[in-house]
C-alpha cells in the first residue's frame, strides 16, 4: 500500500474528538498560539511554517504544514468537523451537499469508514484524486437568496466574508501568476457546482500543484488588502480565497487533464468535543436542535459574517454570561 497521511486541522480551543486510524494526523490549527497543547497532539508551528496566519489562513496553516514538512504518496486535507465517507453506501444530505451529523460517536466514526484504514488504503490507492462531491449552486439556499453561478454564490458574499474587490483581484492574480489556469477559472466561477471546504486526497504531484496555485495568490491577496475595520470573518479572506482556488484547481485537473478521480460525499459533525457521560449527550442534542431552530430564525437577518451579526453575539453573551468560544486572537 502507498504512505498515505491526510491531515486533520483541529481548533485549538476544543477538544475534539481524534480518529483512530494511522491514516489521519491531527493538527492544531495555529499552534503557535498555543503553548500548553492539552489534546497532546502535532501542531503547525514546527520546521518551515506559517501557523501565526491562523486567523487570516485557517486550516491552510495546517496544509501549508504539510507541503513543507511531510513527506507520502499521498497526501490529504480534511477538518476536525468535515471528513470524506469513505463508505458506498450513500446518504440523505442537506446545504452544501453535506451529511449532517449532531455530533461525532463512535458509531458515526464506523459509519463512514473512518476507521477502516484497509478499506481506506484500497480505495484511495485505486485514484489519484480523492475528493468531496460538487454541490449544485441552486441547491444552495442563502439568507440573500438562490444563485445560478459560482460567482453569484461568491459574490453574495462580498461585505460579509470578504470584500468586493477580492474576487475581480483573485481572477487578476491567477492571470499574472498561473495562467495556465485562467481559463478554468472563469469556467469554474461560470458554472453551476461548487466545490469547497478543502477536503481532499491527492497523489503527491498534484498536491505540490495545488499548493504552488494557492500559495502565492493567498499570500499576494494578503499584502494587498488594507484589513483595517475588517470583521473576524473578513480576516479569513485569503482563506477563502483559497477555497475558490481549491475549486477551481480541481476543476482544471478534471476537465482538461487525465486523472483517476473519485467523488465521495463529505460529513458535517456539528459538534465534535468529546463526551463527558450520557447527560452531555442529551445536552448536546437539546442544544443542537434549539441551535437549528434558532439560526432559522436568526440568519435571514442577521447573516453570518456581519458586523451586526457580531453585536448581536455581543449582546447575547454578555446577558448570558455564557463564556465565548472562538480563535485566540493574535497578539
Known amino acids: 500500500m502507498p504512505d498515505i497521511k491526510i491531515f486533520v486541522s483541529h ?11 494511522p491514516l489521519y494526523i491531527p493538527m492544531r490549527c495555529g499552534a503557535v498560539f498555543d503553548r500548553e497543547n492539552p489534546m497532546g497532539i502535532a501542531g503547525d508551528d514546527t520546521g518551515d511554517n506559517i501557523s501565526e496566519r491562523r486567523m487570516s489562513f485557517c486550516e491552510f496553516t495546517v496544509q501549508y504544514w504539510a507541503w ?9 486535507l480534511c477538518h476536525y468537523r468535515r471528513y470524506l465517507s469513505f463508505v ?29 484504514r484497509e478499506h481506506m488504503e484500497k480505495l484511495i490507492s485505486r485514484y489519484d484524486i480523492v475528493t468531496s462531491e460538487s454541490a449544485e449552486v441552486s441547491e444552495i439556499h442563502l439568507p440573500q437568496g438562490t444563485f445560478r453561478t459560482v460567482w453569484e454564490l461568491w459574490e453574495a458574499h462580498e461585505g460579509l466574508f470578504f470584500e468586493k474587490l477580492a474576487l475581480p483581484m483573485l481572477l487578476e ?4 501568476t498561473a495562467p495556465a489556469y485562467s481559463r478554468s477559472a472563469r469556467e469554474y466561477l461560470a458554472g453551476t457546482k461548487h466545490r469547497g471546504f478543502n477536503c481532499y486526497v491527492l497523489r503527491r504531484e498534484l498536491f505540490e500543484r495545488l499548493c504552488q496555485l494557492q500559495f502565492p495568490i493567498m499570500f499576494e491577496i494578503e499584502r494587498r488588502l488594507d ?10 479572506t485569503p482563506a477563502f480565497m ?3 482556488l ?17 467523488e465521495l460525499q ?8 468529546r463526551l463527558k457521560g450520557p447527560l452531555d449527550l442529551l445536552k448536546r442534542r437539546f442544544f443542537y436542535w434549539s441551535d437549528w431552530l434558532l439560526r432559522a430564525v436568526v440568519d435571514p437577518f442577521f447573516p453570518k459574517g456581519t458586523a451586526r451579526r457580531e453585536r448581536l453575539k455581543d449582546l447575547f453573551y454578555g446577558i448570558t454570561g455564557i463564556k465565548r468560544r472562538g480563535p485566540a486572537k493574535i497578539k
Open 246 to 262: 481549491y475549486g477551481i484547481f480541481i476543476y482544471h485537473v478534471s476537465t482538461y487533464e487525465s486523472w483517476r478521480i473519485k
Open 11 to 21: 481548533r485549538i480551543d476544543i477538544d475534539s474528538e481524534l480518529i483512530s486510524n
Open 266 to 273: 463529505l460529513v458535517y459533525f456539528q459538534n465534535t468535543e
Open 88 to 116: 458506498e453506501k450513500q446518504y440523505k444530505t442537506y446545504a452544501y451537499n453535506m451529511i449532517h451529523e449532531p455530533e461525532m460517536l463512535p458509531s458515526g466514526k464506523r459509519r463512514y469508514g473512518l476507521l477502516d
Open 68 to 76: 513543507k514538512n511531510a513527506k507520502a504518496d499521498y497526501i490529504g
Open 242 to 244: 483559497g477555497e475558490i
Open 227 to 236: 484589513t483595517s475595520g475588517y470583521t473576524q470573518t473578513m480576516l479569513r
Open 173 to 176: 492574480l491567477i492571470d499574472e
